[in-house]
């Protein structure tokens, strides 16, 4: 069956902008991560969410990001006002009976 | 936050050989989990295993919940088997994700 996808896989914006990477999870999955990760590290949780709402945000490193999920399937991940330092790449998991399924990635780079 | 150490950081095998992966928690966690990130990325999880021990093929787990530890054993080595594993575990809705052993299997 089809996985987690990720789009876009790849995303170059400059300082300042606006990006939202979208997240589509395995089919009847209700848990969904998002998670970010930088070059040499593990990746480091940002946001979980429960059917629609956003069950913990405390990963979220500043009010410039958000995320939402509107009907407990997709999930978008935005960032306001993107920062050199938010180049990274960003990992979305969707999960049943706690075992996690990843996606892709999305890299990003702020220029 | 909970501090996940993995050991070693690095690891070069000649293939066919065996390894152990070590991952120590700084606290209890939940739902410890092993995965391979792939040389392209892509993090495929290998384990869900909070206690005790499983076998998939060439590999194999072992977590002491009670000593905060999981062990990862790859036998007999193969050059897909190259990439980074990861241990992870939550407390709550975060989970929390070592630093990772990178692995090298030269044919």
């Known amino acids: 069956g089809a996985g987690v996808s990720q789009t876009p896989s790849n995303k170059v914006t400059e300082k300042g902008k606006y990006v939202e990477l979208r997240c589509d999870p395995i089919s009847g999955h209700t848990a969904l991560y998002w998670y970010r990760q930088s070059l040499g590290q593990g990746p480091e949780f940002l946001i979980y969410?429960?059917?629609?709402?956003?069950?913990?945000d405390s990963g979220l490193p500043n009010d410039r990001f958000f995320a939402v999920r509107p009907e407990g399937s997709v999930s978008t991940l935005k960032i306001q006002r993107t920062e050199r330092g938010d180049s990274a790449v960003y990992l979305c998991?969707?999960?049943?009976?706690?075992?996690?399924?990843f996606g892709p990635g999305t890299r990003l780079l702020v220029l | 936050g909970i501090q996940v150490e993995q050991s070693p950081p690095d690891l070069i095998l000649q293939e066919g050989a065996n390894s152990t992966l070590r991952c120590n928690f700084s606290?209890?966690?939940?739902?410890l989990q092993w995965f391979h990130q792939n040389p392209w990325g892509q993090l495929i999880n290998l384990f869900y295993?909070?206690?005790g021990t499983k076998q998939n093929g060439r590999l194999s787990a072992t977590t002491v919940a009670t000593e905060r530890y999981s062990l990862l054993y790859i036998s007999s080595s193969q050059t897909t088997d190259s990439g980074v594993y990861f241990c992870?575990?939550?407390?709550?809705?975060?989970?929390?994700f070592g630093t990772g052993t990178s692995l090298t299997v030269i044919p």
């Open positions: 998991a969707s999960s049943v009976e706690e075992t996690q399924y």
């Open positions: 969410f429960q059917g629609t709402g956003a069950a913990d």
């Open positions: 992870a575990g939550n407390t709550g809705n975060q989970f929390y």
């Open positions: 606290d209890s966690v939940n739902n």
């Open positions: 295993i909070p206690s």
